[in-house]
């Protein structure tokens, strides 16, 4: 059977970063319980200026080459931060790309949930036209609101995967198991700008769904968690996941690859859509544990709710096609005070009533959006 899995794994995060320390501080809250009680470092801070868009497009950039843009017939962008109603934002990056036209552009949402199906889809539709590649990205700014008991766990980011036949990173095995139960953990009614949260609720659903559907799994593929190195989890904060493998009972190995497997959603915050992929990058660039051949576990959540347990085989070679210096470069990240952090996260776009915003805050990122002229978001590439 022909291979197909992840070529190449891109990751953008926005210049600015908040330490919980700061927050709890803010909030009369002991810092302990986000970094114990979450077990959360800091999270991403996007201005204005930065949005899925741009912070998908700016994962892909990182990783295409012009031979990659004119194999690309397809960009799924999984995403529950929608910037329209209509316009997939997987078509704003396409252009932003300068991706060949004759490519399919889609925007998924479920909740957290769409990005991991946006991959499985990627892999049925490469069995089919093996010279072909499919750009997957997923996107998000995961905004609770000033002092709501989500605020600890907000994040922004992108994770774009290059998907194709002969892998160099990760090839993609035909188990994938799913489960839809029709709960209200998390939702985002249209008129709200952020989410409306059952906590200690989505938290059992989380674990329910996984309990549920790794016994699902087991029944289908006959596997049991022996046969993985590691497992990545969907990371809406460092504890959750936590808790969600110790509920699969996991061996010490277990236990260890996912301290490796947080590292950078520790540092990021919950990025919705990307959070599983943050983690599985989190994982192959920072373990010294795994090697060619070791299976990898994966489970996505989206609230709601939607999830899918699947498994990947690392491929010889993968750490070569990964970036060894990202912990570094997160370290440059611009460490917002409180109040900075309140302005630039919670700023919004006003409109006149011809649909013209005012000029944004200069942004010499890669990709940043100029402003709104006529109703009409306007990017800038630099
Ligand atoms: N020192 C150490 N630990 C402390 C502490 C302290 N001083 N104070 C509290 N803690 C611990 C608590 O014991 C608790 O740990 P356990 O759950 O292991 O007992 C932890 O810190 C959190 O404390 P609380 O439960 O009291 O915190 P909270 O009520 O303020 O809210 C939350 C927690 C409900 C998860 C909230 O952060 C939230 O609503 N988050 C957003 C929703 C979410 O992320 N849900 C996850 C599942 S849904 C999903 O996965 C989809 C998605 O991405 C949203």
Same mark, same amino acid.
């Given at each position: 059977?022909?291979?197909?899995?992840? %070529?190449?794994?891109?990751?953008?995060?926005? $210049?600015?970063?908040?330490?919980?320390?700061?927050?709890?501080?803010?909030? $009369?809250?002991?810092?302990?319980?986000?970094?114990?009680?979450?077990?959360?470092?800091?999270?991403?801070?996007?201005?204005?200026?930065?949005?899925?868009?741009?912070?998908?497009?700016?994962?892909?950039?990182? @990783?295409?080459?012009?031979?990659?843009? *004119?194999?690309?017939?397809?960009?799924?962008?999984?995403?529950?931060?929608? @910037?329209?109603?209509?316009?997939?934002? *997987?078509?704003?990056?396409?252009?932003?790309?300068?991706?060949?036209?004759?490519?399919?552009?889609?925007?998924?949402?479920?909740?957290?949930?769409?990005?991991?199906?946006?991959?499985? #889809?990627?892999?049925?539709?490469?069995?089919?036209?093996?010279?072909?590649?499919?750009?997957?990205?997923?996107?998000?700014?995961?905004?609770?609101?000033?002092?709501?008991?989500?605020?600890? =766990?907000?994040?922004?980011?992108?994770?774009?995967?290059?998907?194709?036949?002969?892998?160099?990173?990760?090839?993609? $095995?035909? %188990?994938?198991?799913?489960?839809?139960?029709?709960?209200? %953990?998390?939702?985002?009614?249209?008129? !709200?700008?952020?989410?409306?949260?059952?906590?200690?609720?989505?938290?059992?659903?989380?674990?329910?769904?996984?309990? =549920? =559907?790794?016994?699902?799994?087991?029944?289908?593929?006959?596997?049991?968690?022996?046969?993985? *190195?590691?497992?990545?989890?969907?990371?809406?904060?460092?504890?959750?996941?936590?808790?969600?493998?110790?509920?699969?009972?996991?061996?010490?190995?277990?236990?260890?690859?996912?301290?490796?497997?947080?590292?950078?959603?520790?540092? &990021?915050?919950? @990025?919705?859509?990307?959070?599983? #992929?943050?983690?599985?990058?989190?994982?192959?660039?920072? !373990?010294?544990?795994?090697?060619?051949?070791?299976?990898?576990?994966?489970?996505?959540?989206? !609230?709601?709710? &939607?999830?899918?347990? #699947?498994?990947?085989?690392?491929?010889?070679?993968?750490?070569?096609?990964?970036?060894?210096?990202?912990?570094?470069?997160?370290?440059?990240?611009?460490?917002?005070?409180? =109040?900075?952090?309140?302005?630039?996260?919670?700023?919004?776009?006003?409109?006149?009533?011809?649909?013209?915003?005012?000029?944004?805050?200069?942004?010499?990122?890669? #990709? *940043?959006?100029?402003?709104?002229?006529?109703?009409?978001?306007?990017?800038?590439?630099?």
């Amino acid at each position: 059977m022909i291979k197909i899995g992840i %070529d190449k794994m891109g990751l953008a995060l926005p $210049n600015y970063v908040l330490d919980l320390k700061e927050l709890a501080k803010a909030r $009369n809250t002991d810092p302990d319980k986000y970094t114990i009680g979450l077990m959360q470092k800091a999270m991403a801070i996007a201005p204005v200026t930065q949005d899925i868009v741009t912070l998908g497009a700016e994962a892909a950039a990182q @990783i295409l080459t012009d031979e990659d843009k *004119a194999a690309i017939d397809m960009v799924i962008v999984g995403t529950e931060t929608g @910037i329209d109603q209509s316009k997939a934002a *997987a078509v704003y990056i396409h252009g932003l790309l300068g991706i060949q036209p004759y490519a399919r552009a889609i925007e998924l949402k479920e909740a957290c949930y769409s990005a991991a199906a946006g991959l499985e #889809f990627a892999r049925n539709h490469i069995a089919n036209r093996p010279e072909s590649k499919v750009l997957v990205i997923a996107s998000d700014i995961a905004k609770y609101g000033l002092h709501s008991g989500g605020e600890p =766990t907000q994040g922004a980011g992108a994770v774009a995967m290059l998907v194709s036949a002969n892998p160099s990173i990760l090839e993609l $095995n035909w %188990d994938n198991v799913y489960q839809t139960r029709d709960v209200m %953990d998390f939702w985002r009614p249209n008129y !709200s700008p952020y989410p409306e949260v059952d906590g200690r609720f989505s938290t059992e659903q989380y674990t329910d769904c996984l309990q =549920t =559907t790794f016994e699902y799994y087991q029944q289908q593929t006959g596997k049991t968690l022996d046969d993985f *190195a590691a497992v990545c989890l969907h990371i809406p904060f460092a504890k959750q996941g936590l808790k969600g493998l110790r509920s699969l009972k996991p061996s010490e190995k277990h236990e260890e690859r996912f301290l490796e497997a947080i590292v950078y959603n520790q540092e &990021v915050g919950n @990025i919705y859509t990307g959070s599983l #992929f943050l983690s599985l990058l989190s994982l192959l660039e920072q !373990s010294n544990n795994l090697s060619a051949g070791d299976e990898i576990l994966l489970y996505s959540y989206g !609230s709601g709710a &939607v999830c899918e347990l #699947f498994s990947a085989r690392l491929v010889d070679g993968y750490r070569n096609h990964l970036n060894p210096n990202r912990l570094e470069e997160l370290a440059k990240r611009q460490t917002l005070s409180i =109040t900075d952090y309140e302005a630039l996260f919670f700023e919004t776009i006003s409109l006149d009533e011809k649909g013209n915003s005012p000029e944004l805050h200069p942004d010499d990122s890669r #990709f *940043a959006l100029q402003g709104i002229e006529n109703h009409k978001r306007i990017y800038r590439k630099n």
